[in-house]
């Protein structure tokens, strides 16, 4: 079942990730680290396992760019809940990192984590090979930087003082940064450590990341704040542009169905070994956190 | 004459900077990520240029990892300045970039400053062998994260609700991390990129930076707020130890001037070849900003 290898695998890759900070000096900022990864879904992570399994990539390898793609998450969860960025004060049912230990904690803290991102994936242990490397670290750059994550975020916070709400293409642009980059490079990170086509896991991880924001913001107007761990409705509360708000709930509901059928259909050179990924893709659209 | 050499280094390696940010899309983030790589002394920056020509490595592949330390030390300012940290209204004569901007603005800069300096060091025109690049990446990590540059600002922060100021011993480790990492990288990156043995370049860093930050904590007592670009008399406002405080201003000056002596001793395999930097280690100890 796809849940048990999610939650198995969101066990072992934060423990790993665990491991590793405990290894460094014990500070408020380490222990923030600590917190920060702890308690996600893992969805990021598992993409990478699951990625390798299917290129027959040891578990010992692919635990490497696997904690380096939470730690890149979870610091850019750290600083988009900062009070000059969205000013969250709860988080997977948690206090925040500045709530818990206070702001400048909370920014050293997401500047190490984005920091050991690039020290896992460059770390010999990751891979023996060096092109394999440099070449996860490079696609790390690209999917988390100006051109990537932080570009989706520059566009959310633009379009917040922007005259009007904005429309599906520039929301469709600003979510494939925001959530779609780093889920694309989780997917992709099994083929590269096979020096691999990344194509097929590319297109499943387009559509993927695309449905992934469609049901979040299903989940930000229907869910239930307790079970997501989370503060609802603020995109409605801040007057922004949505999936829903642009599509309406059904026509949503039925595109992020499309997007998963096409998910499915990008993996069809894998055959039924990617049985796994094709739930995961399922699974993205029905989940209630 | 070293200044020369700085001066021209240092507009190269903007320029180059300016060049491969101005290719990503023009939003506030990235023009503040402009701003904030643009007027520095690029000392870190010229140590890259100047320890590759040593090794007779080209300037064209030299710019990347000179431009990923300026990148990464430009992102350690912009976070510093913020309220929650340092709280600076002024940095290199200029507003800091959460002025000019805004706070929002100036987190995601930094963030961005920081995933650009991993993408220029893996890029594959900074190196064709991966092996330098995955090098380069891993050091820089290790340089810049909770180990490095984040452990000495933590262990800044944690100084300022300590119940007694810091000793020598503490405040050598503190600096070490605060600013010794980035230029110890910084230095021996020319001996990476030609795959040379890194000692006599790390020798002389290590004695460089902590003449530098010597040289800073005197600069912070007698300099000049207007020639300096920054606020002076921060620490002993604070009520924070430094060398000078805890050396006082006359052995402070010495123990600089000891090891000036022990950084140019350091590069003598290197003979007359590494005359630019020994003046490099006589200019940071004679400095006025």
Redesign the interface.
Known sequence: MFTDTLKSDAARVSAHLDLL?AG??D????RA?RYAVAGGKGLRGFLVMESARLHDIAETHALWPAGAIEAVHA?SLV?DD?P??DDDDLRRGQPTVHVRW????A??A???L???G??MV???RCHP???V???L??S???A????GM??G???D??AESADAPLGLQEITRLQAGKTGALIQWSAEAGARLARADTAPLRHYAQALGLAFQIADDILDVEGDAQKAGKRLQKDAAAGKATFVSLLGLEAARLRAQELVTEACDALSPYGPRARTLREAARFVISRDN
Do not use: K, S
């Open positions: 900070i460094i000096d500070l408020p900022v380490t680290m610091y600083h900062l000059c960025m206070d702001e400048a904690t920014v050293l997401g500047d190490a984005q920091t050991l690039f020290e460059t770390d010999q090979d060096a092109e490397r440099a070449e670290a490079f790390l750059a690209r988390a930087g100006a051109r932080v570009l975020q520059a566009l916070i633009a």
